[in-house]
């Protein structure tokens, strides 16, 4: 009956939620290490259109039992969809731009993979700490500090990881990163190498803080097997740099627009579809 | 509601904090021993968003950005000769103390004077506290037989101390700092020994905040800025068409 009026409002919630994510995207256009995200939608499980065919009911007794079936026939017309869904949010994992900030605990890895941060503990639903393994986050934000102990962390997520899923002591500013991942403490002894992983984007979770969790139900071979993913060894780091948000803002900036308009045209197919029932309700009455 | 109103508006009030800090930065151009600082920043919390699909499907919208620090670059900054007895400069890693407000005080700024208390003349910061030696103690000033205070020796008396973790020092305004937790304790250098520092007399350290790079900054921040703005406005535009439906 009145379908029109829930396929323009999908298309408009639609729209709503492009802005919302793009407007995520805008606000963190200055976020070392922040990668842009879309909204890819698609529609609702496609159902037939159909048309009824049949004659004119005055002649319905004349006909033959064949004509009879005919009538209640309906005819499809091709497949249609009402309703607008979220198929996807993908993340857009391409390089953003190295910036140079001359702060030793700024680091920024040219081409692939991500640092590997461990969280805190899990908590189990009434809140003690599990015993668990600590999540382990990815991340290409190496806006990272040091501890009271002397150990390189990530502000508010951890400790940042080695190789060997030990923490990186550096003991001071002084510490030296090779571009290989290496690092040398601030006394220049070995302090261990960064944890890099590159794994499939298609297995990554997003959390926030431009943080990425390996989602182990995704991140299964063909077979079904689990993927363990070994530190990736084709790496490059640079100390005193940090990588750039890789939103573009000018085409962020052309949807936005197109977001308004197209919200704009399905009010307006709203609207239309209201006014075509204010004439049916009146105007068809009337007669 | 509309999300993306109140994300775009953490995206204006981080920019605004930004702007805050690139204007100190810009305003403390000339200013002796000063440490530019930045903005960190970092996204905020990502959920499941609001449409009937089954969960775990990582459709994620995020909530926006703040600043969640305030980080201090600890470069040098340029050297400046004035030939002044009393300007000293730090060449390489280390900070002169200060005794003030009853605790000690770690600086950049070597533009002292001389302070008198009653016939004795002590080093002091151009506030009047008096600058420390290597022990902790104030410096008096050694006159000669014809009352002339003799400048030679001071290089020797100033203390410079040295952080593990310089960035970690708390900043307490007036181009100080104190020490924290994370910074390390202060450990006296000895100047003449010391390979990575050595201090300099009639030279002072000219504010490390480079303007060609703040101004970058400011274009960018205030481009971000206007961009959200923008999105504000988007959104608005686009509650107004859901208000005029009827």
Redo the contacts between chains.
């Keep these: 009956m009145l379908s029109g009026f829930y396929t323009a409002t999908s298309g408009?919630l639609m729209?709503?939620?492009y802005?919302?994510?793009?407007?995520?995207n805008?606000?963190?256009?200055?976020?070392?290490g922040?990668r842009s995200?879309r909204v890819v939608s698609s529609t609702f499980d496609y159902e037939l259109m159909i048309r009824q065919d049949g004659l004119a009911p005055k002649s319905f007794n004349a006909l033959s039992d064949e004509a009879k079936k005919a009538y209640f026939a309906r005819t499809g017309i091709g497949a249609g969809s009402p309703i607008r869904?979220?198929e996807?949010?993908p993340t857009e994992f391409q390089q953003g731009s190295m910036e140079n900030?001359?702060?030793?605990?700024d680091m920024g890895i040219v081409g692939e993979g991500f640092f590997t941060v461990e969280g805190k503990q899990p908590l189990d639903e009434e809140g003690n700490p599990t015993e668990a393994p600590p999540t382990q986050y990815l991340t290409r934000n190496g806006?990272f500090?040091?501890?009271?102990e002397?150990f390189l962390i990530m502000?508010?997520v951890g400790r940042v990881l080695n190789d060997k899923d030990g923490y990186i002591k550096i003991?001071?500013?002084?510490f030296i990163l090779n571009s290989d991942g290496s690092i040398l403490d601030?006394d220049g002894k070995k302090a261990g190498k960064l944890k890099i992983l590159n794994p499939n984007f298609d297995h990554l979770?997003?959390?926030?803080?431009?943080c990425y969790t390996i989602?182990p139900q995704k991140a299964v071979n063909q077979e079904g097997e689990p993927i363990e993913y070994k530190q990736y060894d084709k790496i490059k780091v640079m100390q005193s740099m940090l990588e750039r948000t890789n939103t573009d803002?000018s085409r962020?900036?052309m949807l936005?627009?197109e977001?308004?308009r197209s919200?704009?045209a399905c009010?307006k197919a709203?609207?239309t579809v209201?006014l075509m029932n204010q004439k049916a309700a009146t105007q068809i009455a009337a007669l | 509601m509309n999300k993306a109103f109140y994300t775009a508006g953490t995206g204006m009030r981080s920019f605004q904090k930004d702007m805050d800090i690139i204007s100190n930065n810009i305003s403390n151009i000339n200013t002796v021993g000063y440490k530019g600082s930045r903005a960190s920043f970092r996204e905020l919390l990502v959920t499941e968003m609001d449409n009937n699909e089954a969960k775990n499907k990582n459709h994620t919208e995020g909530h926006g950005v703040d600043v969640t620090d305030v980080q201090f670059i600890m470069e040098s900054g340029q050297m400046r000769q004035t030939e002044y007895p009393y300007d000293f400069a730090i060449a390489g890693d280390g900070f002169f103390a200060v005794s003030r407000d009853d605790i000690k005080q770690y600086t950049r700024a070597g533009n002292f004077k001389i302070g008198t208390v009653g016939n004795k003349s002590y080093l002091t910061a151009p506030d009047g506290s008096f600058v420390l030696s290597d022990k902790g103690k104030r410096i008096e000033l050694k006159k000669d037989e014809n009352g002339l205070i003799d400048t030679d020796t001071l290089v020797e008396d100033i203390g410079v101390f040295l952080f593990t973790n310089p960035e970690g020092l708390k900043p307490l305004g007036n181009t100080s700092f104190k020490e924290t937790e994370v910074s390390g304790k202060a450990k006296a250098a000895n100047s003449k020994k010391s390979g990575t520092t050595k201090l300099l007399q009639g030279v002072l350290e000219s504010s490390s905040v480079n303007l060609a790079d703040q101004m970058a900054e400011v274009i960018t921040a205030q481009r971000a800025y206007s961009l959200n703005a923008k999105i504000i406005q988007t959104a608005d535009q686009i509650e107004e068409i859901a208000n005029n439906l009827r």
């Excluded at chain 1, 500090?145 to 009271?148: K, L, T």
């Excluded at chain 1, 979770?205 to 431009?210: G, H, T, V």
Aim: proline share 5%.
């Design positions: 408009m729209q709503q939620r802005l919302n994510v793009l407007s995520d805008m606000a963190n256009a200055r976020t070392p922040y995200k869904i979220v996807e949010v900030t001359n702060r030793p605990y806006n500090n040091i501890d009271e002397g502000p508010g003991k001071g500013s002084k601030a979770d997003y959390m926030d803080n431009a989602n803002v962020e900036m936005a627009m977001v308004q919200f704009q009010a709203l609207t209201d």
